[in-house]
């Protein structure tokens, strides 16, 4: 007899028929191969039941193998009644047994055993033949009578049995030795014995199956549907006392104090002391002069005016400003010293009490300074008198921008170099043009070399940008490239515009054949797409005459040039996602404002220490906000990681479709390191859309600064804002969302992608170096993260956030194609039902298909009115998929350009990179393919499928002709839905006709 048997292991179902009139099923299944009979176990109440259960079968002639079948019947058992229900069946055929090497788990859809049976679901069996003499088969199949009575008592009796140590598994290997399997194996007795372990309900599957089963009490998914993150990630609403009241969900709630200008910020009091003068002051040292300068004494705060040398009548008009709630004491001295290089004499002082000092309220005028005689140490009058002038004020008081701050210097520092440093300032971003030079021809060329075609290109140079034509072979002397070259300008316009024609003599090598030097303050400017007139220019060459002496010689050559300066465009200078300003240049095409937006920088909270000071953690704090032209920094506070700004900014808006930025800085230019020291750290940064925001809302909430680190995702602190979008004008701002989004230059003359990227990038550069002039300067690497200057670099990590905010836009139309899906199984007979009759009114009044349509999506906005966000997005981690990143996908977004890394790891990058590129490869190359198929319809490629297709036509016209559409319609609707007892599983006669289509892979390399 032959060894050879039919192993067959039942691993599991899925998604069954529901019998009991409960909405479950207790199933099992029965086997069926060469006269012999097998069952499994009953798994009760369960629709998605698993067994992994083993039987073997002998193959008495192995020879018609191939004749044999094998079925799997799927039946329902009915305890009450002790009879079975059919759920299904698989048959599979003796050509599709493998060895057991090959073998892995299949699902199969269940099969109807007639035309009126209702039957789903899938059964997942493992198939194999093997040839071990030590494997026995299984018992044979039990009465069924006896096995429907004892089923269910034996397979309790079973579940707290475990399978002895001695029975072996021929089939294991090392991956799956701790897999749990039901075994049948032959023992001395008539019935059938069963071994079990504790853990069947929750198997171990093998890597070699084709579907992993789910486990039951548990679901995980990869991905969360939901946007949501870490609560301390989130924004979080505050409803603080600010200058108009207290702000309650958005409203402001008044208080009895008067409302000022600056009503979305707190009312912080400062002592003010302005030192204007002094005068007759006494001779301290032997010579007889006097170097004096004031120190301005409250508590453990000093501030320090300039010192003038040999000056007895000096005029310092500074003023110097000490929070109130920092002030531990009741006197302030304003003491008048001698500068030396030993050690300063003391001249006289002033005292004050605060108590005494009066407290002015704009728009008061400013308090009147008076004279007042300077005292010795011990309160005696000495000689000499000093202006001051001592109040009590807000950070309304018009003296506040320019003072001298106490929260802003350290406690044993307040010299004016520091000042400059750390005051608050506006600052405006010049006007960018975009320079146009069309390079049209050159006449006349004289090259140096005659005896060679000159190779020529026409070189343009503006400031540090530098342009060329493509070279072109001068066969003869006068040659043509008619080719625009684009530059970034700023006004004003003090560079130049030097254009040259160079002679390309070796691979390395040019030749200056003549050169125009053009002011940009003599460049035509244009605000629409007219015509600039062209205008030819004499070249320059310069021969040197002596070392000493250059000399210019003026000859024929020519060049033909058009240049313009285009005020139509808007000169993107930041990211095109986070634009804060989209109007063109030329300020005869601005339209007027449509409102006014307010924001109050508050203050920071549990902000992580950016640097080392006196053994402790500590950081230099301000901000920086930038919306349009004007960016506004706050002064900085110094040493501490819960600083308070309280300063209020306004900006008119223009279009709402831009984005408010404010970004978090630690001044590193203060202290040893002076101006010249390191770059400014970033510390967290801020996005507001003004779109989002509703008109007279106060909003007031703790935003998280996230940043991104090569070490992952980290928060720095919290940015504490209140912010108001005031509309001007409600017309103006509905008709802004019927014009185009940018100037019309942008779609009349249109510029490439690559082109506004060089653009923007030079852009960025003129704005940084001209705002890093001003003083405080506001340097290069602020101006940059504010602008977002490498957003269009290379991150594995952005790449899958942006696949995943596509598959989320798409998420509702999935939905959609899932509920037509049950809709299409009749999952809801009702549901079904009433899509059919929808389905007949809309064809049959196709006119109510659009008022539907519309009226649907009236009322899912109405009701989701219920549901708006309350406040403004904010960075959300999940969404920038900045939680699972790969440290190295981290390290190789950090990395420079071009890269800094080692030769290894960056050629594990780029074949990284090919891997992910060759999927994309495979995604386009299937769409491709689909569409070549459509193509392949009508052109005889496969001439016996186009000739179906052509006859289709034919008939489908006649058709088409003869019946009404509606009629045609409905049929064809009718047909799609009909119920999955009329509906066969393999793909339908259309889609296996369209997959048989030829397309051009056969045709590539």
């Not at 059919?86 to 788990?105: C, I, K, M, Q």
């Amino acid at each position: 007899m032959s060894s050879l048997k039919l192993g067959v292991e039942v691993v599991s179902a899925h998604d069954l028929m529901a019998k009991d009139g409960e909405g479950s099923a207790s199933s099992f299944v029965e086997l069926h191969f060469d006269n012999q009979k097998f069952r499994s176990t009953v798994k009760e109440k369960d629709l998605n039941p698993v067994w992994n259960e083993t039987f073997y079968f002998n193959i008495t002639d192995p020879t018609n193998l191939q004749n044999l079948t094998l079925d799997a019947y799927v039946y329902n058992n009915n305890k009450a009644t002790h009879s079975r229900s059919f759920l299904g069946r698989v048959r599979l055929n003796g050509t599709s047994f493998v060895p057991y090497s090959d073998a892995v788990v299949l699902h199969y859809p269940l099969e109807k055993r007639g035309i009126l049976s209702r039957v789903k679901g899938e059964l997942g069996l493992k198939v194999y033949v093997i040839d071990d003499p030590s494997i026995r088969s299984s018992n044979p199949l039990p009465a069924v009578e006896s096995f429907l009575n004892t089923n269910s008592r034996a397979s309790e009796a079973q579940s707290q049995q475990e399978v002895p140590n001695s029975i072996p598994n021929p089939f294991s290997n090392d991956k799956a030795e701790s897999r749990h399997t039901f075994h049948h194996l032959p023992k001395e007795h008539n019935h059938q014995q069963h071994f079990t372990t504790t853990a069947t309900q929750q198997p171990y599957y093998s890597a070699d199956e084709m579907r992993a089963e789910p486990q039951q009490p548990k679901i995980v998914r990869m991905y969360s549907a939901s946007s949501s993150q870490p609560f301390d990630y989130a924004l979080k609403e505050t409803s603080p006392f600010l200058g108009g009241g207290q702000i309650v969900g958005g409203r402001v709630i008044r208080s009895g104090i008067p409302a000022s200008t600056y009503d979305l910020v707190e009312k912080m009091q400062f002592l003010f002391v302005r030192v204007v003068k002094a005068r007759d002051l006494p001779t301290m040292d032997v010579s007889g002069s006097l170097d004096p300068y004031v120190e301005v004494r409250v508590g453990n705060y000093t501030g320090t005016t300039r010192h003038f040398v040999k000056n007895k009548n000096p005029e310092w008009n500074e003023v110097f400003a000490f929070a109130r709630e920092r002030v531990q004491t009741s006197a302030i001295e304003v003491v008048v010293k001698d500068k030396d290089l030993v050690k300063d004499d003391f001249v006289g002082l002033v005292r004050f009490d605060i108590n005494e000092v009066p407290t002015r309220v704009p728009p008061d005028s400013p308090l009147a300074p008076e004279w007042y005689r300077l005292e010795d140490k011990k309160g005696d009058r000495t000689k000499g008198e000093l202006m001051v002038a001592v109040w009590i004020g807000t950070q309304a008081d018009e003296a506040f921008p320019d003072a001298w701050l106490s929260d802003a210097a350290t406690p044993v520092d307040g010299s004016a170099a520091i000042s400059t440093q750390i005051r608050s300032k506006v600052y405006h971003a010049p006007r960018l043009w975009y320079l146009r030079v069309n390079v049209i021809e050159a006449q006349d060329l004289v090259p140096t070399d005659k005896n060679r075609f000159p190779e020529v290109y026409v070189r343009v140079q503006v400031g540090n940008q530098v342009l060329k034509t493509k070279p072109i072979q001068g066969r003869t002397m006068s040659l043509r490239w008619n080719e625009d070259l684009l530059f970034v300008v700023a006004e004003p316009f003090e560079d130049h515009l030097i254009i040259s024609v160079e002679d390309r003599v070796g691979p390395s090598k040019d030749e200056n054949i003549g050169r125009v030097i053009i002011p940009l303050n003599s460049v035509e400017k244009r605000a629409d797409d007219r015509l600039i007139n062209n205008r030819w220019y004499n070249l320059e060459k310069h021969v040197a005459v002596d070392v000493d002496q250059l000399k210019e010689k003026k000859f024929a050559s020519k060049l033909h040039l058009r240049l313009c300066l285009d005020g139509g465009y808007h000169v993107l200078d930041e990211s095109t996602h986070y634009s804060s300003d989209l109007r063109p240049t030329a300020k005869q095409l601005w339209k007027p404002s449509i409102g006014v937006l307010e924001l109050g920088i508050l203050n920071a909270e549990g902000l992580h220490p950016m640097k080392t000071r006196d053994g402790k953690g500590t950081s230099d704090t301000y901000c920086v906000a930038k919306y349009g032209h004007k960016w506004v920094r706050t002064r900085t506070v110094m040493d501490n990681l819960s600083p308070k700004f309280n300063e209020q900014y306004t900006w008119e808006v223009y279009d709402p479709a831009t984005v408010l930025t404010i970004g978090v800085f630690d001044n590193s230019q203060l202290g040893e390191n002076g101006t010249n020291g390191h770059r400014d750290m970033k510390i967290g940064k801020v996005r507001i859309r003004i779109s989002t925001l509703e008109t007279g809302r106060v909003y007031t909430h703790s935003y998280p600064l996230l940043v991104l680190h090569p070490s992952g995702v980290k928060k720095m602190g919290e940015l504490h804002l209140a912010i108001r979008f005031s509309c001007t004008s409600l017309a103006n701002m509905l008709y802004i969302y019927s014009r185009p989004l940018l100037p019309k230059m942008h779609y009349v003359r249109p510029l490439s992608v690559i082109q506004l990227e060089m653009l923007r990038h030079q852009a960025v550069s003129i704005v940084a170096a001209r705002l890093s002039r001003s003083e405080p300067p506001l340097r290069k690497e602020v101006v940059e993260y504010m602008s977002d200057v490498d957003s269009h670099l290379w991150s594995m990590r952005r790449s899958k956030a942006n696949f995943f905010r596509l598959m989320s836009v798409f998420s509702g139309l999935f939905a959609v194609g899932k509920w037509f899906g049950d809709v299409y199984m009749w999952k809801n007979p009702i549901t079904t039902v009433l899509v059919h009759v929808l389905f007949v009114m809309l064809v049959c009044f196709p006119e109510l298909i659009l008022p539907t349509v519309f009226l649907y999506m009236f009322l899912i906005g109405i009701w989701n009115y219920r549901y708006r966000p309350r406040y403004p997005p904010h960075m959300n981690t999940k969404i920038s998929h900045a939680e699972a990143v790969h440290p190295d996908e981290l390290d190789e977004e950090f990395d420079s350009f071009p890269t800094s890394r080692s030769a290894e790891l960056v050629r594990m990058r780029y074949d990284r990179l090919r891997s992910v590129a060759g999927r994309i490869q495979t995604v386009v190359g299937d769409v491709a393919t689909q569409g070549e198929r459509i193509q392949a319809l009508l052109s005889w490629r496969d001439p016996r499928a186009t000739a179906i297709f052509v006859i289709f036509c034919l008939i489908a016209a006649l058709v088409l002709y003869a019946i009404p559409f509606q009629v045609l319609a409905v049929i064809a609707g009718f047909y799609l839905m009909r119920h999955p007892r009329f509906r066969h599983r393999l793909p339908g006669v259309p889609i296996n006709f369209f997959r048989r289509l030829p397309a051009r892979t056969d045709s590539m390399l």
